[in-house]
């Protein structure tokens, strides 16, 4: 029995040594011994950013955030009391710390509160000796001062340079009598899950805080903004480190350091970064020119779907940037891009989805000439855009005014669960549709049908279905029916609602009810 019990463990045994001998050799992980020697040479150019502003108080509560209300007699009532005397600025009555009581109004005059001073904190960084700051924006927006505090106290007052609401960077510029110490910029490509880094700032006015962590993600779209490619790490980020820099292992900032991720309101491990790479260009427009100059393409763009992929004959995997919508009289529509293309590369780029369009859009210079490839119809095509600048704020598109449709009976589009009619003046003003808005009115979905599955919803206008217009319901119903006996198993429908806009939704063609399945 112990010979065949040892024979098993060998058999077993041998495939598992074979493995080990196959496989790579790992290189041995080495920790850091100290990252004293690196924060030694990178406190010096990290600030703390102080801005205050003018707030209105709060209706009935003039002196508002109030002290926290304890048991009359307790001492906790004496401690709150004290700690948040101490903590609010000189002028009180008595000649003691806290508000000055408000000014009394003139004579007949309602009894307003006066206004009430509030102070914010965050972080910075120099990274020019000349005296220029980054910054987020959040930490300086709506300041009415702002103070850069080195690292030995030292206090200056900052002068706003510009701000980039769209990235939330914020550019300074303080003077001093001798060059400042500053830190350089670094490649954010380069940091790869799993580096090392640094973060130092001003956490609840702690400044000159230290934390270390590793890269924990790259890309995170947090939904903060259209560029969004943040760096995710677990080194601790509190209130108070917006702004402050990131740093790699040798000493160069890789990132921003702008949001966390917590239910508590501090550091859980999940932090987010702006990338150097798209910080550093931004700054310098900022800095150089007090604004930043964008491309602009001109389109409302959407994800590509396994769905959409199927009904626009995509294959392998390939993904893209719908084109929901060409607006008119803009750079893309100019260049020939229409509704329904989808955006393969960008100036040679591959667009892997649809949120890094407009970053590699808005990376590209004003007035290039750029290639551009698309999917239309089954193929790729090529066509070359002229890029114009990203305003300011967002241009509606206008469109070509239509006739308007002959009034059709209402009509169920059966297995989509859709009810649909002709728009007319009544449902225009009903649903609030724009005066030139044209298509086929949505007037009822029903539950668990295709329809409700695509949150489509009565108001709701159906433009095109697969790429063709349409403008009756008998019109939409005889399109459907077409692409049915085709054997699609899916329609892509171009819809038109007030909450989303446009946008293209693909629709399973389940058969119609009393059909054979």
Sequence with gaps: MRLVATALLLAFSFPAMAQQAAAPAMAPFVAPESFAPLVRNLLPAVVNISTSQNVAPRPGRPDAPETPQAPPGSPFEEFFRDFFNRNRPPGG????????????NAPGAPNRPAPRRAQSLGSGFIVDASGIVITNNHVIDGADEINVILQDNTSLRATLIGTDPRTDLAVLRVQHTAPLPFVPWGDSDTALVGDWVV??????GLGGTVTAGIVSARGRDIRQGPFDDFIQTDAAINRGNSGGPLFNMRGEVVGINTAIYSPTGGSIGIGFSIPSNLARGVARQLADGGRVRRGWL?????????????SL?????????????????????AAGIRNGDVVLRFNNQEVREMRTLPRIVAETAVGAQVPVVVWRDGREETVTVTLGELP?????????PTQTPRPD??????????????????????YRLRPEARGVVVMEVLPNTPGAER??????LILEVQQERVTTPQELQERIERLRR???ATALFLIESQQQGQRFVPLRLAPPRGAPG
């Design 455 to 460: 949150e489509i919803r009565p108001g709701d």
């Design 409 to 430: 009976r209402p009509i169920e589009l059966s297995g989509l669960g859709l009810r649909v009619t002709a728009l007319t003046a009544e449902l225009r003003e009903r």
């Design 93 to 104: 009555p008595n000649g003691q710390q806290g508000e000055a009581p408000p000014a009394p």
């Design 392 to 400: 300011t704020e967002a241009t509606p598109a206008s469109t070509a």
């Design 486 to 488: 085709q054997g699609r």
């Design 313 to 333: 004959g995509l294959r392998g995997g390939t993904r893209g940037a719908l084109i929901a919508r060409a607006q008119e009289g803009a750079p893309a529509a």
């Design 199 to 204: 973060a130092i700032g001003n956490p609840f």
């Design 298 to 310: 001109g389109v409302n763009i959407q994800q590509v779907t396994d769905e959409i992929a199927e």
